[in-house]
Nanobody
Framework: QVQLVESGGGLVQPGGSLRLSCAAS????????MAWYRQVPGKQREYVAL???????NYADSVKGRFTISRDNAKNTVYLQINSLKPEDTAVYYC?????????WGQGTQVTVSS
């Protein structure tokens, strides 16, 4: 079992930045990938980025160059640095851990980009 708690969302103007955090507890081994997804009401949850236990990163094309995923294994925490925010980045951002055939999700944190 893994429990995930996201934080760091909020209201930001276009062009601004945010850093989202996701703290993992439970099965706290750091030997699993961690990912971020986002979802807009009425649409499917969308993959954003992933970081492996060894630090390999992968991004959706829509966020490359603006989003940076990182992790602190000592704190069992994954981060998502979001720069140059656009209104279309508005969504609930979810942390995800795929582990032993199960997908674990946090409760989500709202990011709203608006002037």
């Amino acid at each position: 079992q893994v429990q995930l708690v996201e934080s760091g969302g909020g209201l930001v103007q276009p062009g601004g930045s945010l850093r989202l955090s996701c703290a993992a507890s439970g099965s706290t081994s750091s030997s699993y990938p961690m990912a971020w997804y986002r979802q807009v009401p009425g649409k499917q949850r969308e993959y954003v980025a992933l970081i492996s236990s060894g630090g390999f990163t992968n991004y959706a094309d829509s966020v490359k160059g603006r989003f940076t995923i990182s992790r602190d294994n000592a704190k069992n925490t994954v981060y998502l640095q979001i720069n140059s925010l656009k209104p279309e980045d508005t969504a609930v951002y979810y942390c995800n851990v795929p582990l032993r055939g199960s997908n674990y999700w946090g409760q989500g944190t709202q990011v709203t980009v608006s002037s």
